[in-house]
């Protein structure tokens, strides 16, 4: 049967709730909790040469994530009320989880910091160790807070969590190897021959380590969309809206290609020794992940409810 | 008798689209320009001169298992003993967490005072003895307002006697406002998705 011609006469659309800070403060929170992981995987390994990265990485995550609050606090329409998210807890609130958690992951950030530069070895793995629940659940929350908050299909899939922390964890060793390299090539300069390679090549293998996380992100994302494309109406139309629909552009063209499929050739493929290569990939991957924040935050909410 | 349950039942057959709820709404709570807490939406089906309208009157259900008040973060959203959900004009933060998560598109940003407002079924009129404004302004009776408790309200008997309907059944929030003869499309997204990098919300600054 034809469908006849449908026009919708009036109708009242509301202003979109979440804007991009709330896309940027995802981006933030994630950098942080990569980081974080990083840094405490190498000061677990304890082996000398992960020094370097074990501190760059245990001071970027706090100060990332003082940033990323700032984000949400932009976003309140009251922000001068956000203490009321500490007094007027709501447990079934994912947003209550958050604030008690960004509280929390900081400040055991810094402390963490503080024991990683004054050598204290085993404080450091202890807090270390401790921490990483903390930092996946300070960026697995903000998978949450999309996830259930139903009225979007985009967003409302178990699958959510799962892809903000490994997105997370793909742009954090991202950012890791850019501030790495940033310091080889410049801050470097009092270490022997020999050490600076060794540098060099731990830089690499962080670029191949990120190209696998890469390639589970990329399995999750394409389980997510094949069951969004096999569920119902809406599911199918959030599916479409990223595949073919007005964000195209930026989940396949920036997300997909660019922030994932080029970075994975220039780490793992013929350029693979090249220092460049691995830090053009990581500026990439990191836009890429920022778009994916966009395309989910804003993306999910341009699909009309009535 | 049982607590009070309050539910509204609209009868989209007698609507005529004459806009009297969304005015009688917007002089009985105040609400700004740009935004509405009750509207029309209408959709035309088929081309000229063969074209229907189909009318949908649409408001904040106040729902049975609202999403809105599970994830409101400062319990702001709150539900009365009555289902009447209500926003805490002093303690909501404007995260918009709820409108995010709502199914329907029912809360806005006040734009004067920046905070979250919403239908309330206008819970001052009933503690008062009244009917909300826009079932008193209804000229043709489409919104009947009532106790679902009580047997003997006209909704209880309405619900009882009529084939309705509710919005989204399939989002579990249970609405509490039922429709008569709703049209499948008009109940339905029709619409494109919205083109955001045409709307001039992407980056608002607010101060
Ligand atoms: S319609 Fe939306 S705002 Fe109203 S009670 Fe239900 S979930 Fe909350
Ligand atoms: S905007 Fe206000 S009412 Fe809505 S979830 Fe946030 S604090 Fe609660």
Redesign the pocket.
């Known amino acids: 049967m034809e469908q006849p011609d449908i026009n919708v006469v009036y109708n009242v659309k509301h202003q979109l709730p979440l804007i991009i800070y709330i896309g940027q403060y995802f981006f933030f929170t994630g950098l942080s909790a990569g980081s974080f992981v990083i840094s405490v995987i190498a000061t677990l390994l304890g082996r000398k040469e992960f020094k370097p990265i074990g501190k760059i990485t245990a001071i970027l995550a706090p100060i990332l994530l003082i940033i990323a609050p700032l984000n949400l606090i932009a976003d309140l329409?009251q922000p001068l009320r956000f203490w009321?998210l500490f007094l007027y807890y709501n447990w079934t609130?994912p947003?209550t989880y958050g604030s008690f958690l960004l509280t929390a992951y900081p400040i055991m950030g810094i402390i963490y910091a503080i024991m990683v530069y004054t050598n204290r070895q085993t404080a450091a793995k202890i807090l270390g160790i401790l921490g990483i629940p903390l930092a996946i659940s300070v960026h697995g929350y903000t998978g949450f807070i999309l996830a259930l908050a139903k009225a979007r299909a985009l967003w409302n899939t178990a699958a959510m969590p799962t892809i903000f922390l490994v997105s997370a964890m793909v742009s954090g060793i991202g950012l890791v190897v850019i501030v790495a390299a940033i310091r080889w090539k410049w801050f470097d300069k009092k270490a022997t021959p020999e050490q600076r390679e060794q540098d060099k090549r731990l830089i690499l293998q962080l670029a191949q380590f990120m190209a696998y996380t890469i390639m589970l992100d990329l399995f999750l994302v394409v389980s997510d969309i094949l069951v969004l494309l096999t569920a119902h109406s809406d599911a199918l139309e959030a599916g479409m809206l990223i595949l073919t629909g007005n964000f195209a552009p930026l989940f396949v063209g920036v997300e997909i290609i660019l922030g994932a499929l080029i970075p994975m050739v220039l780490v793992l493929g013929p350029t693979r020794k090249s220092l460049t290569a691995a830090v053009v990939a990581s500026i990439l991957v990191n836009i890429g992940v920022y778009a994916m924040r966009f395309v989910m935050v804003i993306g999910g909410q341009t699909i009309p409810l009535s | 008798m049982a607590e009070k349950r309050y539910a509204m039942v609209i009868d989209v057959r007698r609507c005529i689209s004459c806009f009297a709820c969304s005015v009688a709404c917007k002089a009985e709570m105040k609400v700004p320009l740009e935004v509405f807490a009750t509207w029309l939406k209408i959709v035309e089906k088929g081309q000229d001169p063969n074209a229907q309208r189909f009318v949908l009157p649409r408001l904040c259900n106040n729902c049975g298992n609202p999403i809105?008040t599970r994830?409101?973060?400062?319990?702001?959203?709150w539900q009365r003993e009555d289902g009447i959900v209500l926003?805490?004009q002093h303690?909501?933060?404007?995260?918009?967490?709820?409108?995010a998560?709502c199914p329907y598109d029912v809360?806005y940003v006040n734009p004067l005072k920046n905070?979250?407002q919403k239908c309330y079924w206008c819970h001052h009129r009933l503690d008062a003895g009244l009917v909300p404004a826009c079932v008193e302004t209804c000229p043709t009776r489409a919104l009947t307002f009532g106790d679902v408790n009580d047997p003997k309200s006209e909704v209880s008997k309405l619900l009882a006697t009529s084939a309705t309907q509710v919005l989204k059944k399939e989002m579990q929030t249970e609405p509490f406002v039922y429709y008569i003869g709703a049209d499948e499309v008009a109940m339905s997204n029709v619409e494109e998705e919205i083109n955001y990098y045409t709307e001039s919300t992407l980056i608002k600054i607010r101060i």
């Open positions: 329409e009321h609130s947003i | 809105c994830n409101c973060p400062t319990r702001a959203t926003v805490d303690r909501c933060i404007g995260c918009k967490y709820c409108i998560s809360r905070l979250v």
